[in-house]
């Protein structure tokens, strides 16, 4: 087993680009406690708390590996849910949620390509 907060140091090893992207990642979901008031605002912040908690214990067992994609498969769920809302929200709280569903949206597709690669590519060799 790793200690998961040995995930940041891993983290850090990794292209600058990576870096600045989960960082990134983690403010615009940290952002919408600035909107606490709204309930879609909740769900996302305890979304990604729940993911965060995932990503660890994916760490914990497989380290720094592309199965830590997974930890984001709330997402795959919440996403469409926060794009059907945007129709009735007119404030600056659509502007976050745009910003948080492309977002979450480019991110997503690292993790699905991530995960195809860790359970098809990675089988193979």
């Known amino acids: 087993m790793n200690n998961p907060l040995h995930f940041f140091v891993e983290l850090?090893?990794?292209?600058?680009?990576?870096?600045t992207w989960v960082a990134f990642m983690g403010l615009v979901n940290m952002m919408s406690l600035l909107f606490w008031q709204?309930?879609?605002?909740?769900?996302i912040a305890v979304t990604f708390m729940i993911s965060a908690g995932l990503m660890m214990s994916l760490y914990s067992v497989f380290g720094f590996q592309k199965i830590l994609g997974l930890g984001h498969i709330l997402w795959l769920a919440l996403l469409p849910y926060v794009l059907i809302q945007l129709k009735t929200i007119h404030s600056k709280f659509k502007i976050y949620l745009l910003?948080?569903?492309f977002t979450t949206s480019v991110s997503l597709a690292f993790d699905i390509t991530d995960v195809y690669f860790y359970f098809c590519v990675g089988a193979v060799q």
Do not use: E, S, T
Not at 12 to 19: C, D, F, G, T
Not at 38 to 43: Q, T, V
């Open 12 to 19: 850090l090893k990794q292209p600058l680009w990576v870096v």
């Open 38 to 43: 709204d309930r879609l605002a909740k769900i």
């Open 99 to 101: 910003v948080w569903a």
